[in-house]
């Protein structure tokens, strides 16, 4: 007999911003780095990036729910569907377009 699930499927959005930052005398990289991204969070400018990742699965559980996450009836999800699974290394610093048509389980073009 069939029942639902319900899943919460989700995608990355991209946005950028550059910050200049100035490493101080006797500073590491690592401390220039960390003040760089405190000046982007608090910073403007930031634009959206053509390129959106592919969609994932946050969470699933049996049953009609609002928060698939916070149920008791949880569903494991494979780590491919997952956002971990779904992760690329190569995200070019080049916007990709966005290309219809793909599933969770097709990765984008390279």
Known sequence: MPHIVSIQCCFATYMSTIVQVEIRDGEDLDAALNRGIEDANF???????????????????????????????RIDIPHLLTERGQMQLDIPSDARTVETGRTALTPPAS
Do not use: H, M, Q
């Open 43 to 73: 910073g403007v400018g930031w634009k959206k990036l053509d390129y959106e990742g592919p969609i994932f699965i946050a969470a699933a559980c049996n049953g009609t729910s609002r928060d698939p996450s916070a149920s008791a009836a």
